[in-house]
């Protein structure tokens, strides 16, 4: 079946330095990749997204590269801030299927000042 | 992005009593909706899976007859916890999809976060 997996939290960063948040999937296939971000309290945002081999989804300064050789979607960023704490998703899912995604269990991000 | 809204954000409830939960797409029409429920600290546990005008179909080990679900129209969808107990206390996240569109991106509502008491 499919598979996502996520680094363990929490990151925790001072400001201003750079993160990544490692996501590798299995899956039968090409899925479409996204990683959500979700703030305390709140329900979950889609931050960006990825839908074949080698595209580059950014948003807000993040960035994750579509890897089909290492099936990797991997989340970058130069220079966190404090307002980035927040969990992180990384997820696929499959056009033309059944569109249920499939979560990694989330990577908790702390920054502090 | 499109837009989905949750209502109510929190709700407090007595033990035995019925919560119904609203889902709505604001800007585009979800032909399908997932409700998830989230406990702290975890990854989303995908509940059922909506099709407007058609049955849920819910996931292994989810109460159909305890967690209802109706989808009636495009962009409306409602899942009532019925006769609630404080093992209910949860948040519960739906999101929204439009499958005749292009994208398969789903958007998500803000959360509900729901007390039993």
């Known amino acids: 079946g499919n598979s996502v997996t996520q680094m363990e939290g929490p990151v925790t960063l001072s400001e201003e330095a750079f993160l990544t948040i490692n996501c590798t999937y299995t899956?039968?296939?090409?899925?479409?990749l996204f990683w959500y971000v979700q703030y305390p309290g709140e329900g979950l945002q889609l931050l960006l997204k990825?839908?074949?081999?080698?595209d580059k989804g950014s948003n807000k300064g993040f960035e994750a590269t579509y890897r089909k050789e290492t099936t990797s979607f991997h989340l970058e960023k130069g220079s966190v801030q404090v307002s980035d704490s927040a969990v992180y998703f990384c997820?696929?899912?499959?056009?033309?299927?059944?569109?249920?995604?499939?979560f990694g269990r989330g990577t908790s991000l702390i920054v502090h000042p | 992005g499109a837009v989905v809204s949750q209502h109510p954000s929190r709700v407090i409830c007595k033990s035995g009593t019925s919560v119904k939960i609203e889902c709505r797409s604001l800007?585009?029409?979800?032909?399908?909706m997932f409700w998830y429920r989230q406990f702290p600290k975890q990854s989303l546990m995908l509940m059922a899976t909506?099709?407007?005008?058609?049955?849920?179909?819910?996931e292994q080990g989810v109460e159909k007859d305890k967690f209802l679900i109706n989808h009636a129209s495009l962009t409306l969808s409602t899942l009532t916890v019925t006769s609630a107990h404080p093992e209910d206390s949860s948040f519960y996240i739906c999101?929204?999809?439009?499958?005749?569109?292009?994208?398969?991106?789903?958007?998500f509502g803000p959360g509900t976060r729901l007390t039993v008491l």
């Open positions: 999101s929204a999809f439009d499958r005749t569109s292009s994208t398969d991106t789903q958007y």
């Open positions: 899956a039968t296939g090409y899925p479409s």
């Open positions: 990825a839908t074949k081999a080698d």
């Open positions: 997820a696929l899912t499959f056009e033309g299927g059944s569109y249920i995604p499939t």
């Open positions: 800007d585009f029409q979800a032909t399908t």
């Open positions: 909506s099709n407007e005008g058609s049955k849920a179909t819910y």
